[in-house]
């Protein structure tokens, strides 16, 4: 039994088929954890969400903010779904939308294997938080968007404040503050502060602001932690953090990272030749 990390998805169908087959992936015996940013951009959200949801016996999910900002669009009136981008009006209108839709909301924002000693996050993680903090806060959110009241977080979702998490946050400003940090965060302070502009190479960013593993005096990671989001950062092990966004939506690589062997082994397929990153970039 073999159980694989996979990065951003980002609708790019092509490059997930043929990682899986590179994979030989056998539903019989192993296992996929997704980073988050399963949809948007690669032009086949639909034909994604489609293949992991067949798969979802065999799956684990982090929702991403790009999987997130999907749910709270399909929360709007159709005259107002029907002006966002062709790919996303592809899966909001498509008949199966509802099941699609009901087993997204179902999925993680932070997974914990204690057998295998991994964590996975789309982002990251309050420099402030150990790993019981960061259960408590995501289920927190994972319990709201799985129950009868998942409007109204989703009709909140958007926001950059708060722009840390703390204790002492409530309701709603407590729920946007934990998603913000696990699917949104690249740099902050060492507050837990998050710059959500920075999205350059370590080194490039501004005086008092760090990578979010990286902050000084933060709480000691307690187990190996697998993450996507930074498609600048690429692949990237160090300090108890194995970041796996290669860019396959920008023309880099759709990347996997086999996690029940002693040393982790990377596995990856290049971009199909037409994708490339647009001017000013993207996230």
């Known amino acids: 039994m073999a159980t694989y990390a ?8 092509p490059e997930l088929s043929r990682l899986l087959d590179k994979l030989r992936f056998d539903p019989a015996r192993d296992q996929l954890w997704f980073c988050g940013d399963l949809v948007n951009r690669g032009g086949q959200s639909l034909e994604t969400l489609r293949l992991i949801h067949g798969l979802r016996e065999n799956v684990v ?15 709007r009136k ?9 790919e996303l ?14 087993w997204l909301r179902n999925q993680k924002l932070l997974h914990h294997d204690e057998a295998l000693g991994w964590g996975m996050v789309h982002a990251g993680m309050a420099p402030s938080w150990t790993l019981r903090q960061a259960m408590r806060a995501a289920q927190e959110v994972e319990r709201e968007l799985s129950s009868p009241r998942h409007p109204r977080l989703l009709r909140n979702l958007f926001g950059n404040r708060p722009a840390a998490w703390s204790s002492r946050l409530q309701g709603i ?5 934990t998603i913000n940090t696990m699917t949104r965060m690249r740099y902050c302070d060492v507050n837990g502060r998050i710059d959500f502009e920075a999205k350059g190479l370590p080194g490039s960013q501004k005086p008092g602001l760090y990578p979010w593993f990286a902050v000084p005096g933060m709480r000691r990671r307690e187990v190996k932690m697998v993450c996507g989001h930074w498609s600048a950062l690429g692949r990237f092990a160090g300090l ?3 970041a796996i966004d290669t860019g396959c939506v920008w023309g880099g690589q759709l990347t996997a990272l086999r996690l029940d062997e002693e040393d982790p082994q990377y596995i990856a397929v290049n971009a199909e030749p037409h994708r490339k990153r647009p001017p000013g970039g993207g996230d």
């Open 6 to 13: 996979i990065g951003d998805v980002q609708g790019c169908y």
């Open 61 to 75: 999910v982090t929702l991403g903010n790009h999987d997130l900002s999907l749910l709270a669009i399909a929360q």
């Open 78 to 86: 159709p005259d107002a779904q029907s002006r966002v981008n062709p």
């Open 89 to 102: 009006r592809e899966v909001l209108f498509a008949d199966d939308a509802p099941v699609l839709f009901e």
């Open 173 to 177: 400003e407590r729920f946007r503050a």
């Open 240 to 242: 108890g953090v194995y």
